[in-house]
């Protein structure tokens, strides 16, 4: 007779009190437990009309995952980046973060994550759009304020953050701001290895020049150069021999 092996499994309960998925890590046993049973109940008792809301909230987000930057685009830029690529690697440097720059890591995540989100309505409107600043300004704080309503009371949170980055006047949106120019630098260099043009995308690379940018930025924008400028040496020095 074939033999089974016997799994002690706990009670549903203990599972729940112990390893709840939707509470900050470090909560006492039992606040965890509370919080795990309060996520469950708050998603059971969700409308039709509420889910309905999360829905096209999510279709919104997705529309980043197919828009194409426009500055890559006007300058004819074969295979181009998305608006959410750009947002996603500006994310994955704030793990960069090690603490010694008193900045807060996870705010600097969440604004990386929406700073750009009101593209998924206006798209991505640059200087050459023909659109004033002022314009841009209305219509991207029109379009927050309609993606956050469909998420309310979660929504406050992005909307105090995109207000946030948008004043630029904490530690983490002047650095966020930063991480922005340094994946547009990144970017070009990368399009100029890629397409066997380097030195194609200078005016992209020039506009760091003379910018006062956080240090791990500044550090990473120096290498990067660093290795633009030896790739144009080497090509300079093989057309000549």
Known sequence: MQRFLRLSIPPWSNISRNYPRNCPRGFPSVQRGKCFRMATMDQSTMSGNKVRDLVKFLELVGNLKHLKRTGWLLR?????ETVSAHMY?????T????GSEGLDRLKCMELALVHDLAECIVGDITPYCGVSR?????????AMEDITK????????????????EENTSPESKFIKDL????MVLQAFEYEKRDNCVGKHKEFVDTVHGKSLHPLV??????????????????EDRRSS
Do not use: T, W
């Open 89 to 93: 690697r500006m994310s994955m440097v």
């Open 134 to 142: 002022e314009e841009k300004k209305r219509r991207e704080m029109k």
């Open 218 to 235: 500044g550090s990473l924008i120096d290498e990067i150069k660093a290795q633009r400028e030896a790739l144009m040496k080497d090509k």
């Open 150 to 165: 469909m998420i309310s009371p979660r929504g406050n949170r992005m909307m105090e953050l995109f207000h946030e980055y």
């Open 180 to 183: 922005d120019r340094l994946d």
């Open 76 to 80: 004819n830029v074969a295979d181009c």
């Open 95 to 98: 793990f960069l973060l090690d």
